[in-house]
């Protein structure tokens, strides 16, 4: 069974420091892994996506993950928050097979000026 | 750019009323899917098909339908509508290769 773990409900930052958003994620095989980011009333838009390619993975609006498959995790970092940036944050496993996407419970990102 | 639609984008609505959902998507993708969301809170997986005339119930127990007659369209029904029903519904598909899954913006239903 595939499973997804998002360490903090909340995380706020000062504009201008670093964003780090936490994801450990559980799979029997290989995993896709996924970020997603929410904005008020609206759906989920993908930031970025890991398919066993590079672990390194650069997505938009200047956000990057490194999946680690030693830790289990897909960690999402930005160096430099915006207040644009404050939303609700997604990941999100698949594994290579026909199943759908299993979410994590959410991070809602605040951005302080 | 992602060609998923969902209508109404807001919906309030009495209880015991029959209410559809509508998803449309443009992109011919086989797979289609709800998720239901508190505000807030978690996506919770109701209902998924994978082609015309599939449709499988998810993780999460839920006392809507749908029902895929056709590639492009997946509509969710709620037979007798009630306030344990409010909450944000959406509707995704995902890509040939079933990677990535897009969404729609969503439907904001509210039971009173």
């Known amino acids: 069974a595939q499973s997804v773990t998002q360490l903090g409900s909340h995380v706020s930052v000062s504009e201008g420091a670093l964003v780090l958003l936490r994801c450990n994620y559980s799979?029997?095989?290989?995993?896709?892994l996924f970020w997603y980011v929410q904005y008020p009333n609206q759906g989920l838009q993908l930031l970025l996506k890991y398919t066993s390619a590079a672990t390194l993975v650069k997505g938009i609006n200047g956000f990057e993950a490194e999946f680690k498959k030693s830790e289990t995790s897909f960690h999402l970092t930005k160096p430099s928050a915006h207040m644009s940036d404050a939303a609700e944050y997604f990941c999100?496993?698949?594994?290579?097979?026909?199943?759908?996407?299993?979410f994590g419970k959410g991070t809602r990102l605040s951005v302080i000026a | 750019e992602a060609d998923i639609y969902q209508t109404p984008r807001y919906l309030v609505i009495g209880t015991g009323k029959k209410i559809t959902l509508e998803c449309s998507q443009t992109m011919g993708h086989d797979k289609m899917y709800w998720y239901q969301q508190d505000p807030g809170m978690e996506l919770h997986l109701i209902h998924y098909?994978?082609?015309?005339?599939?449709?499988e119930k998810g993780d999460l127990s839920s006392e809507s339908t749908v029902s895929r007659i056709r590639t492009e369209h997946f509509p969710l029904t709620l037979e007798s509508a009630r306030p344990s029903h409010t909450s944000q519904y959406l509707c995704?598909?995902?890509?040939?290769?079933?990677?990535?899954?897009?969404f729609g913006q969503g439907t904001r239903l509210t039971v009173v």
């Open positions: 999100a496993v698949r594994n290579s097979g026909n199943t759908p996407l299993v």
């Open positions: 995704a598909s995902s890509d040939p290769r079933n990677t990535e899954a897009f």
């Open positions: 799979s029997s095989v290989p995993p896709y």
């Open positions: 098909s994978y082609g015309v005339n599939s449709t």
